[in-house]
């Protein structure tokens, strides 16, 4: 029942957010800005991911911003646990202080600081990128997939609804 709410909140956000579209940003870039701040409640960090108790869960954009206000107004729209910030970072540098971390491009993605892989920071990025989620058009419809294996190497838990979303889900290889 939640997975179909969520597909139903994320269908309804994204026809929102399009509606607000402007010119300069594509229908497909507002239905990955909706995804973005609706992923977030089904994710689980370790409290270490946070500075403190109640802090926001920061969603950020390394590389240029596809979105423009889109993923403001979508953040903005997501009530209920942690609020979420829109953050557009300068430098690579600062991603380890984000929960979220969108990769805008290859080379965001080349210019991740070593060792980010262990922090408990959910990337995101395009299809074939180096992202725990990676969006992907399947049949003109924006699609994700999911590295759960990579999550949990991070201690990152991700709620069976949203696996069940995923487009694929890559789990860690059982033991022989």
Avoid at 131 to 140: H, L, P, R, S, T
Wanted: net charge negative; glycine share 6%; hydrophobic share 50%.
């Amino acid at each position: 029942m939640r997975t179909a709410r969520l597909v139903c909140a994320v269908v309804l956000l994204a026809a929102c957010v399009a509606g607000a579209v402007s010119a300069d940003i594509s229908l497909e870039y507002a239905i990955r800005a909706a995804y973005l701040a609706k992923f977030a409640p089904f994710i689980e960090w370790p409290d270490s991911a946070f500075a403190t108790p109640g802090a926001a869960i920061n969603i950020c954009i390394l590389g240029s911003d596809p979105f423009g206000a889109a993923l403001d107004r979508a953040a903005a729209s997501v009530t209920g646990g942690r609020p979420l910030l829109v953050r557009r970072l300068a430098s690579p540098e600062l991603a380890s202080a984000c929960q979220i971390l969108y990769l805008a491009n290859n080379e965001a993605a080349a210019s991740l600081p070593a060792g980010l892989s262990e922090r408990p920071v959910v990337t995101v990025s395009e299809a074939g990128g180096a992202g725990m989620i990676a969006f992907v058009v399947d049949g003109n419809h924006v699609r994700f997939d999911i590295d759960d294996d990579a999550a949990q190497h991070s201690g990152i838990h991700i709620s069976s609804k949203l696996l069940s979303l995923a487009h694929a889900v890559k789990h860690k290889a059982a033991a022989p």
